[in-house]
């Protein structure tokens, strides 16, 4: 079992800065990628972004050159640096890990952090 616990959430005004950072915790997994997602309310979930073990990034069309995902492998956590944030921005942001235990694979999520995005 493993098991993901975000921080860094919160209230912030249009143009300002966040950090995000989510903790993967646990025994005999290694982990293949961890990512952020967003939901906002009315709205499918979407990717915002993932990194995965080789460092290789991806992010979502909508936060690319705005929103850095890094990690610090030693420590299983992920950090997600979101810079002038706009209002559309504003949605629930969950942790997503994949995993490999004992050669099988596991998708575990977070329980969400709510960013909010206004004056």
């Known amino acids: 079992q493993v098991q993901l616990v975000e921080s860094g959430g919160g209230l912030v005004q249009p143009g300002g800065s966040l950090r995000l950072s989510c903790v993967a915790s646990g025994s005999g997994f290694s982990i293949n990628s961890m990512g952020w997602y967003r939901q906002a309310p009315g709205k499918q979930r979407e990717l915002v972004a993932v990194?995965?073990?080789?460092?290789?990034?991806n992010y979502g069309d909508s936060v690319a050159g705005r929103f850095t995902i890094s990690r610090d492998s030693a420590k299983n956590t992920v950090y997600l640096q979101m810079d002038s944030l706009k209002p559309e921005d504003t949605a629930v942001y969950s942790c997503?890990?994949?995993?490999?235990?004992?050669?099988?694979?596991?998708?575990?999520w977070g329980q969400g952090t709510q960013v909010t995005v206004s004056s």
């Open positions: 990194i995965y073990s080789i460092g290789v990034t």
């Open positions: 997503n890990a994949r995993v490999i235990v004992n050669s099988r694979w596991y998708g575990y």
